[in-house]
Antibody
Framework: EVQLVESGGGLVQPGGSLRLSCAAS????????MNWVRQAPGKGLEWVSY????????YYADSVKGRFTISRDNAKNSLYLQMNSLRDEDTAVYYC??????????????WGQGTLVTVSS | DIQMTQSPSSLSASVGDRVTITCRAS??????LNWYQQKPGEAPKVLIY???SLQSGVPSRFSGSGSRTDFTLTINNLQPEDSATYYC?????FGQGTKVEIK
């Protein structure tokens, strides 16, 4: 069974840092690009970051560029999101999601269960 | 950046109804449009990818259509378990969501 399990969320003060992890199983992790998507409480979905299978291509949403860093360890079947200089507006459930692609179309499947990050003093 | 506009933002329908949700792109995106369902407290799951391809395991009452700028998600024979929020997505952009409630 394809499974993604996030961890590392919690309460952090504004300006603080947090590192999220996503453990993958049930598929060949090293063959797939991965994403982080977040959802603020009661709000919609916001894509955060993308990393290709070999880590050669990385993208960020403008809202997190320069503060967040995506990375992966294919030997450990793990995806990471290092979040620095956290702001109140970064409060959200963070999901990791596998990237699926057909020609120029991409979608996210599956998603993990999410980990809650709360930025508050 | 391409903007995705969903409508309506919410709707209420009865079991057995046909429900239509639309997603409009600010410029042509060919058929690069996907639909997700999210139930409260759960992660989203993909229903339709590439505008009209049904994800494996998704009931056939769900269908997608459209191309270029205008897309539609249709739910035929609405069921109680279809109560959820539905999102369209194109690359790194999601629509704002449509909440479907059962009368």
């Amino acid at each position: 069974e394809v499974q993604l399990v996030e961890s590392g969320g919690g309460l952090v003060q504004p300006g603080g840092s947090l590192r999220l992890s996503c453990a993958a199983s049930g598929f060949t992790f090293s063959s797939y690009s991965m994403n982080w998507v977040r959802q603020a409480p009661g709000k919609g979905l916001e894509w955060v970051s993308y990393i290709s299978s070999s880590s050669s291509t990385i993208y960020y949403a403008d809202s997190v560029k320069g503060r967040f860093t995506i990375s992966r360890d294919n030997a450990k079947n793990s995806l990471y999101l290092q979040m620095n200089s956290l702001r109140d507006e970064d409060t959200a459930v963070y999901y990791c999601a596998r990237d699926r692609r057909r020609s120029s179309s991409n979608w996210f499947d599956p998603w993990g269960q999410g980990t809650l990050v709360t930025v508050s003093s | 950046d391409i903007q995705m506009t969903q409508s309506p933002s919410s709707l209420s329908a009865s079991v057995g109804d046909r429900v239509t949700i639309t997603c409009r792109a600010s410029q042509s995106i060919s058929s690069y449009l996907n639909w997700y369902q999210q139930k409260p407290g759960e992660a989203p799951k993909v229903l339709i990818y590439a505008a009209s391809s049904l994800q494996s395991g998704v009931p056939s009452r769900f269908s997608g259509s459209g191309s270029r700028t205008d897309f539609t998600l249709t739910i035929n024979n609405l069921q109680p378990e279809d109560s959820a929020t539905y999102y369209c997505q194109q690359r790194g952009t999601f629509g704002q969501g449509t909440k479907v409630e059962i009368k």
